[in-house]
Every structure is written in C-alpha cells, then in structure tokens.
RNA sequence: GCUCCCGUCAUCUAGAGGCCUAGGAUACCGGAUUUUCAUUCCGGCGACACGGGUUCGAAUCCCGUCGGGAGUACCA
C-alpha cells in the first residue's frame, strides 16, 4: 500500500489566495525536516487551479516568505527542477490533467455530469429539510456513454466526476493515529474532478501531480483526512503507486476552533514586518508538534533536522499561543550576534519612519529627536502625570468623569457601520460631540448639567484627549496623532489615564 | 443533520502496562540578583474528561458516554 523504498520526496503545495499562512509554514517546516532528515527532497508547488481566487502576487509572497524562513525548497516555480512545471496553471495549459480524466472516463471509472449549479442547490435543499447527508446523489451515474458523448458534443455544460465505489469500506493506517481509518464507500461523494471550465479540481490535480513528480510522503493538514479514500482511490484506477498520507493535527485559536486571522495573526508577511526572527517563528512552531527528543524547548532548524521523527509528530490540534512565540523571540534576539541586532534595531526604526516622519518633522531640530518624538506613536504603553490629566480649575472627578465619557463616544463611534479612523473623520465626530455635549437641555436644566456642560471647550477637551492617548502635553496635531495611534491603542491609554485618576 | 478525527496542568508537551506521589516549557504568583525595569537563578500554583472492563498492576490496551475539532463546493 505504501511505497517504502522510494526515494524521500515531499512538497508542499499552497494556493496562492490572500496572504501567506502560518499554516502553510508549519507544514512546510514538517516536510522540509522530514526531507532533510533522510536526505530526499522538498519540493514547493502552487496548487492555482482556482482561476477566480489566485494571484501571482500571493505566490511570489509564498516563494519570498519561505525563503526569508529558511524553509529551501530544493524544486519550485521559481527555482525549477526536473518535474517542472511546478504551477498548476501551466500544467493545466499542457493538457497533463485531461489525459487523466479521459483515462478514467474510458475505464468507467468516471462520468459526465451535466447538472447546473441551480439543480445542485435544490437537491441540497431537499437533502437538508430531510436530515439527510449533503452530497451528490449520483443522478448521472448511470447515463448511457454514448448519450452523455451526445450531449457533450451538442455544446452543453459539464463536468467530470469520479465514480466511486458504492459498497465496501475503505480502510487505511495512518501512521499516526492509534486506529486504522475506516469509511464506508457510500459516503464517500462522486467528486467533481474536471470543472466545467475544463480545469481540475484540487482532488485530480494533487493525485496526479505527486505522482508524476514521484512524492512519495503527503504529509498535511488533517482537514485532508476526509478525502482521503478519494486520493488512494484515484491513484488506484490511474495505476499509481500512492505515497503514503500523513495527516498531522491544525493549528488552532485559542478557543480551538480552526486558526484564523480574525483570532490570530495569521500572515507571515507580519510576522516579518513585526521583526520575529525565522530561527524563533520556526522552532515555536516546531515545538507545537514536535518535541525535541531531549526536553529542549530552544533549538534551531539545523537542530530540529537532525532529530526530526515523523513518528513524533503530533496530531491533536495544537493551540497558536503567541505568548510562548514572543518567550521564543526573546531568547533568540537577545543572543543575535551584536551587527544582526543592530540590523534589527535598524529596520525596526525605519519602518516607523516612513510613516512617522511627516507627523514630527516641524518639531524636530536633531536627527535624535525622532526617537522621543516618536515614542508615543508605538510604545507598548504610556505613563501618565496626573497633573496632565487635570484641566485648570477642575478636580480628579471631573476629569475621569470626562474621560470615561470620551471612552463611550469612542467605542461607539468605532462600533458604527463606516467608522473610519482617520484625522478628518476624528475631528469631525470630536467636534461634533463637543457641540453636542456642550448644550445643557435647554429647559429644567440642574446646576450641575449646566457645569457639566461647560467643561466641554474644545480646547479643554483636545487637551486631556492628547494627554490621555500620548502621556504628553506636546504631540503633533491630535488627529493626526490619534489617527496614527490606532483606535485600540488610543482606547487603552484612556482607560489606564482613567485609572490613574482614581 | 451526516461522516471522520482527537481528548495529560490555562497553553505547548514528556509519557509505548510497573521507573508516575505524572516530568519539562510558557503564562501566572512569590523570592534572590539588579538603583529601576528586563535578563538570569530559585520556589509556588496547576492536569491524566467521565464510567465500565482487561490485568497482580493502566495516563498508557478495549468498550461506552461526554467534550472538542474537521469535512460535507464546479475552494484548496
């Protein structure tokens, strides 16, 4: 069933939607150790058969963030190799793909179908209002070749889908898991394997793919694991020798669902822009599903390379726990051989530069003073005086009073439907929040309403504003400062100014 | 709904029937060093999901329950 004897040969094989993923890294590091640790090679190939989706934007960023990882990929887009090429799309344009279909169909092993998007919704429906499985129901299966050879000729729309088998179960071991893998074919659905715009789907072109570029271990993410009967499957009828599938767990939010990038930073590109190191992304990642042997929790990729087990790896879904990353980065900065620090240190102020710059330049009168300046705009936190935070005439209360309503309008400002958190946009809705506040109900009008409503002066107001979200009397113009802060930061700072008046 | 996978401290994990009174790391709490902070060092808190088996003996094997996750696309 498996291949053991081949030559070690991985891949990963990312589609190039959107930003590249952490994901996509941690399964990288596992393939390029398990590579490197028998000597095979590790291969990158981009899985674009998604014609609406994919960009060569988002594979350039997958070729630049691997490398800026380490992660080498011996054969790729961009470095090439003897199974080139190693993009889909050019593969799809040689018709590699297509010759497989029509063997399958030739053999009976798979057929034409020529429902529409629209039937395919209905019988979802009426599979869902009966409590049925939601799948394919085979409608199809059983035309005559010579009808459906018809109709394709006639010009109407298909698309191509494996016949699979109805009974039997189909059992596999994968070597990490305790027990076999055991499903029955009938649940299994008739996968679409050629789109109706002639392009396959992920299932066709992966099978085939591994094959012709002789992978001999799949080794991803256990939301593969369902379609495995269809991937052994296909590699059967088509004559292949399957490699073997390891499925190894998800990364996870904290709430274990699925990592996500509303939950967690999940672009790499951030992580580069936010100056983690390679060495400490890739051995955080590494200890999340792969101990070290000997109880290190610090090694590098060289390290990891050499003791790196595939049997090691482990398959419950570990959580992304960016504090542990952040103990990680903090061992490996903090031993960079002083010019790399200096490098770091280097990038990390240019990058505040380019955006900072324009803010402070009237103020400033030597180079120096950029980094005063600009501490406020970044710092982690600012402390406040609380003389500051307290206007001419008034008292703590008034003041925290006035802060924590200035909190309010601000969460809800952030809260509405096109919240923008841009200068105009912010001295507008101050504004008018002062005009608003500034008017004591105009009949039956306390004392106290009447004070209250005088304290709000814009120049007052600007004042315990900028204080609050800078920790400083002197900041460049407010809207543009708080803009540049960030919406949390600016909430955060207010509150602990709030605090500090207690 | 249906199918599959998983289940050791809050989190990442060690653990392959007796070395387990369950070890390490992060986080958290304390102490020492440091003018402060950070680093470093020391200490503390803290888990085998539950119930049945099998066995002289179970975190480790089996079954059930519960819990979590994934898949269910002409996306990958």
């Avoid at 073997?244 to 999940?266: C, F, M, Q, W």
């Avoid at 008017?439 to 009447?450: N, S």
């Avoid at 803009?483 to 930061?489: L, Q, T, V």
Wanted: aromatic share 8%; glycine share 6%; proline share 6%.
């Amino acid at each position: 069933m498996t291949a053991i004897d081949r030559p070690v040969r991985v891949r990963i094989a990312p589609s190039p939607t959107g930003d590249p993923h952490v994901g996509t890294a941690y399964i990288g590091l596992i393939n390029y150790c398990f590579a490197k640790h028998h000597g095979g090679k590790f291969v990158l190939r981009i899985e674009d058969t998604d014609q609406s989706r994919c960009t060569p934007q988002s594979a350039q960023a997958i070729y630049d963030s691997m490398k800026w990882l380490g992660l080498n990929y011996d054969e790729g887009p961009d470095v090439g190799g003897d199974c080139g090429p190693y993009v889909q799309s050019e593969r799809v344009k040689l018709n590699i793909y297509r010759r497989y279909a029509d063997q399958l169909l030739a053999q009976g092993d798979a057929y034409h179908c020529f429902c529409s998007a629209r039937d395919l919704e209905s019988m979802k429906a009426r599979q869902r209002a009966n409590n049925e499985p939601i799948m394919y129901d085979r409608r199809h299966r059983g035309m005559d070749p010579a009808e459906a050879a018809a109709r394709v000729a006639a010009g109407e729309a298909y698309v191509i889908r494996m016949k699979t088998p109805l009974d039997g179960d189909f059992v596999y071991k994968d070597r990490l898991r305790k027990q076999p893998t055991v499903k029955a074919w009938k649940d299994i659905d008739d996968q679409v394997l050629l789109k109706s715009d002639g392009w396959p789907t992920y299932h066709l072109a992966a099978v085939v793919d591994d094959h012709l570029m002789g992978i001999s271990h799949v080794i991803r993410a256990e939301e593969w694991l369902n379609s495995l009967p269809k991937h052994i499957w296909l590699n059967e009828r088509l004559g292949f020798t399957p490699p073997e599938y390891v499925h190894v767990g998800l990364l996870r939010n904290a709430d274990k669902s699925k990592i996500s990038k509303r939950k967690n930073p999940t672009n790499l590109l951030w992580y580069r822009q936010q100056g983690y190191l390679p060495a400490a992304l890739l051995n955080f990642l590494a200890t999340l599903g792969h101990s070290h042997p000997d109880g290190l929790e610090k090694f590098s990729l060289d390290d990891l390379v050499r003791v790196f087990e595939l049997d090691r790896i482990n398959v419950t879904g570990p959580v992304f726990d960016m504090a542990k990353l952040k103990h990680l980065q903090g061992q490996w900065f903090r031993e960079l051989p002083k010019a790399d620090m200096i490098a770091e240190i280097h990038r990390a102020i240019d990058a505040r530069v380019d955006t900072l710059l324009p803010l402070l330049q009237e103020r400033m009168v030597f180079g120096g003073d950029f980094l005063a300046q600009a501490e406020p705009f970044y710092a982690e936190t600012v402390t406040h005086h609380v003389d500051d935070l307290i206007p001419k005439g008034w008292d703590k209360d008034q003041s925290r009073v006035m802060l924590d309503d200035l909190q309010r309008a601000l969460k809800q400002y952030i809260a509405g439907e096109n919240a923008v958190w841009d200068a105009p946009s912010l001295e507008a809705f101050m504004r008018g929040l002062i005009t608003d506040r500034s008017q004591a109900p105009a009949t039956g009008a306390t004392p106290e309403q009447e004070a209250a409503a005088k304290q709000w002066q814009p120049k007052t107001v600007f004042m315990l504003l900028r204080a609050g979200a800078t920790g400083r009397r002197e900041s460049p113009p407010l809207f543009d400062t708080l803009a540049a802060i960030g919406s949390a930061r600016v909430l955060e700072r207010l509150g602990s100014a709030q605090q500090k008046l207690r």
